[in-house]
């Protein structure tokens, strides 16, 4: 009887690299949701932080508890002097607004801002508008960017 030896080879040969792929593409996957996770995180943080403090100037995207709630999502300190958690994000990435609940339509719009002052918004939402652009690396494939867009809305407790 002949030898299959050559046959065995042969039908590795052409497995294996579909394996590696695949296996490459799995952690790259996980990579990608670890980053989406990560991002989320840091977005729920600033909108946490801006939304508990007091006397916050919604429609001054330069207001002190603005940049420190900003400052930190990124690097965990308020003046940003540690190390960012994720590189290439910066805080011009990080959009926010603010919105109010109007009872009578029963929906949530943009805050009026001639209100500043007399009554607060109802909601901080914190976002990266523009995406945090992360590109896969897949052998033998070539892949464009997936812009990660995490957004968040919390309710506004300060005055």
């Given at each position: 009887?002949?030898?299959?030896?050559?046959?065995?080879?042969l039908e590795a040969a052409l497995f294996i690299p579909v394996l590696v792929t695949l296996m490459?593409?799995?952690?790259?996957?996980?990579?990608?949701?670890?980053?989406?996770?990560?991002?989320?995180?840091?977005?729920?943080?600033?909108?946490?932080?801006?939304?508990?403090?007091?006397?916050?100037?919604?429609?001054?995207?330069?207001?002190?508890?603005?940049?420190?709630?900003?400052?930190?999502?990124?690097?965990?300190?308020?003046?940003?002097?540690?190390?960012?958690?994720?590189?290439?994000?910066?805080?011009?990435?990080?959009?926010?607004?603010?919105?109010?609940?109007?009872?009578?339509?029963?929906?949530?719009?943009?805050?009026?801002?001639?209100?500043?002052?007399?009554?607060?918004?109802?909601?901080?939402?914190?976002?990266?508008?523009?995406?945090?652009?992360?590109?896969?690396?897949?052998?033998?494939?070539?892949l464009t960017p997936i812009p990660l867009k995490p957004r968040i809305k919390v309710p506004y407790?300060?005055?």
């Amino acid at each position: 009887m002949r030898s299959r030896r050559g046959n065995s080879i042969l039908e590795a040969a052409l497995f294996i690299p579909v394996l590696v792929t695949l296996m490459v593409a799995m952690e790259q996957i996980g990579k990608l949701t670890y980053t989406y996770f990560t991002l989320k995180k840091m977005v729920y943080s600033a909108a946490r932080y801006i939304g508990t403090q007091q006397g916050v100037n919604m429609c001054d995207s330069s207001d002190p508890n603005i940049v420190a709630g900003i400052n930190f999502a990124l690097t965990g300190t308020t003046d940003a002097t540690g190390a960012p958690f994720i590189p290439n994000l910066t805080a011009d990435m990080l959009h926010v607004t603010a919105e109010s609940f109007d009872p009578v339509a029963g929906t949530a719009g943009p805050y009026d801002c001639s209100l500043a002052g007399v009554k607060g918004p109802d909601y901080v939402i914190v976002s990266i508008q523009d995406g945090y652009n992360v590109t896969p690396i897949i052998p033998f494939l070539t892949l464009t960017p997936i812009p990660l867009k995490p957004r968040i809305k919390v309710p506004y407790g300060g005055t």
